[in-house]
């Protein structure tokens, strides 16, 4: 068990973590969590170390780590349950938590998505999609495709039978890019997709 200011010092590593992608100095703790001193600070540090929840780097700056559980943490939240899009349906509570790591895996990338050539499939201008990395894909599958080692795009790919590849829109009024296969290259394959409301 956690005293409260040794918790309070670990939700202030993670969102400090979350926030600036590396570990905050002692200063900053201490400064986080309201305190004067360094040396405080560095107990607290020392007693989630000591309790598992951190690794301690000595001789690095900003020499924290949050354990690999820690980090899972990080990326997940309350999922409350299910939401009607249609007609209304009775609000029960969920247990349930989401994985967004599970999302954000390490062989997975992020890519802003400009146009509108795939409105059909639910990917508007602006929206940022998840992109699982692979050298093959599937017909069917939404693709990062490279063209002539130039040029990205976002399409649904079929391979036709005279051996062509075709990249398909999902816009009425795009018609299909058809290349010779060798030159395309599957980069990725989409797998997530993320969109901010203001």
């Known amino acids: 068990m956690l005293t409260p200011r040794q918790l309070q010092t670990l939700n202030f590593i993670r969102h400090f973590i979350a926030t600036h992608q590396h570990a905050p100095s002692l200063t900053e703790i201490a400064h986080g969590i309201g305190i004067r001193s360094k040396g405080v600070a560095h107990r607290y540090v020392q007693a989630l170390a000591d309790a598992g929840h951190l690794i301690l780097h000595p001789g690095r700056q900003r020499g924290l780590e949050l354990v690999e559980e820690e980090r899972a943490d990080m990326l997940s939240m309350p999922l409350m349950g299910c939401i009607a899009a249609g007609q209304p349906i009775e609000a029960i509570p969920g247990q349930d938590v989401l994985n967004l790591g599970e999302l954000l895996g390490a062989d997975r990338y992020a890519l802003r998505v400009k146009g509108d050539s795939m409105i059909d499939a639910g990917i508007q201008d602006g929206d940022t999609v998840i992109i699982e990395q692979r050298g093959h894909a599937d017909d069917g599958e939404i693709v990062v495709a490279l063209i002539d080692g130039e040029e990205a795009t976002l399409k ?35 797998v997530g997709l993320l969109r901010c409301y203001p």
Do not use: F, H, S
Request: with cysteine.
């Open 156 to 190: 649904r790919l079929k391979t036709r039978q005279d051996g062509c590849v075709e990249l398909i829109a999902e816009n009425p009024e795009m018609p299909p890019l058809i290349y010779a296969a060798e030159r395309i290259a599957v980069q990725g394959v989409l």
